[in-house]
């Protein structure tokens, strides 16, 4: 049995049955959102001339400034977790591996 309880948490990882989706259109600066996949997910932010927060499960991950058009962060929500991006600048592309 304890093969089988591997088995099941090996399905549960982050990119087994999931792909990426650009979810820039449904996504906003300021918003809390919660992960309801089921389980881990991967985002992806990219912004234009932006000061940026970033914030899950109320716990500030990541912050910076920048001056030009890259990728500000990725990171991992786990599931059932909140997710917050304050973005000052340009939201250029809002990616989610789920």
Known sequence: ??????????????????????????????????????????????????????????TLVASGNTSSTVTISTFIVQNGATYVVNLSGSLTKWAELR
């Open 1 to 58: 049995r304890g093969s089988d309880n591997f088995d099941s948490l090996v399905h549960q990882g982050i990119g087994v049955n999931q792909s990426w989706q650009d979810v820039t259109a449904s996504r906003a600066s300021g918003v809390t959102y919660t992960n309801s996949a089921g389980k881990p997910i991967m985002v992806v932010i990219t912004g234009n001339g932006a000061t940026y927060q970033i914030t899950v499960a109320g």
